[in-house]
């Protein structure tokens, strides 16, 4: 079992930063790939990035390029996801997830998941 905890959500203006991180509990960590994702009200939980077991590649949605950062850091069992130049429609939950493979988009292979941080930009 890994347990997941997301922190970091709040309010936030139109072209603003947050600053989300996920502590994991259990196996070991470096053990798994990660992966944010955000679901916003009435929609599918979709994906937004990904990181590798290392943190040496990192893989990011098309919407947030060049705004997201995802990393992670092993010896404090942390991943963070740096989200800038925000928009209303990053409004989401924020939910991290843990993967035995890499590169994966879909919520079925993910195996354990937080319980979500709420993320809301202001227009």
């Known amino acids: 079992q890994v347990q997941l905890v997301e922190s970091g959500g709040g309010l936030v203006q139109t072209g603003g930063s947050l600053r989300l991180s996920c502590a994991a509990s259990?196996?070991?960590?470096?053990?798994?790939?990660m992966g944010w994702f955000r679901q916003a009200p009435g929609k599918e939980r979709v994906f937004v990035a990904a990181?590798?077991?290392?943190?040496?590649?990192?893989y990011n949605a098309d919407s947030v390029l060049g705004r997201f950062t995802i990393s992670r850091d092993n010896a404090k069992n942390t991943v963070t996801l740096q989200m800038n130049s925000l928009k209303p429609e990053d409004t989401a939950v924020y939910y991290c997830a843990a993967s035995r493979a890499f590169l994966r988009l879909a919520t079925a292979e993910y195996d354990y998941w937080g319980q979500g941080t709420q993320v809301t930009v202001s227009s």
């Open positions: 990181i590798n077991w290392g943190g040496g590649s990192t």
């Open positions: 259990g196996r070991t960590f470096s053990n798994f790939a």
